[in-house]
């Protein structure tokens, strides 16, 4: 689980993650954890790095042996994705959501 496909992924993870859950918030608690876990359910299935788009949870499979399991030595670039990801959704909440026209 390494390469630059799969940064990307993470950043993009993350990204998404964070939009999804700062664009729902007006409708409600149930409408943003519905959306949450659809969203992970969805990057799961369909992102090249299973979208942990948290870094507990990167922390987390490193210490598991499974298939979803993350190398040590890649862990740091997991977390590093996941916060450039969490930067690029903090500018872009407060350009979609926060900032009034």
């Known amino acids: 689980r390494d ?37 992970i359910t969805a990057g799961y299935w369909f992102t090249s790095s299973t979208s942990f788009a948290n870094p507990a949870v990167a922390i987390a499979r490193t210490f598991t042996d499974s298939f979803t399991g993350i190398n040590y030595l890649n862990t740091p670039y997991y977390i590093l ?7 690029i959704a903090i500018y872009l909440v407060k350009k979609l959501f926060l900032e009034k026209n």
């Open 3 to 39: 390469g630059i496909y799969i940064f990307v992924s993470e950043i993009v993870a993350t990204l998404g993650l964070l939009i999804i859950i700062f664009g729902t918030m007006k409708n409600g608690k149930i409408t943003v954890a519905a959306s949450v876990g659809l969203y």
């Open 81 to 87: 994705a996941e916060l450039l990801g969490m930067i």
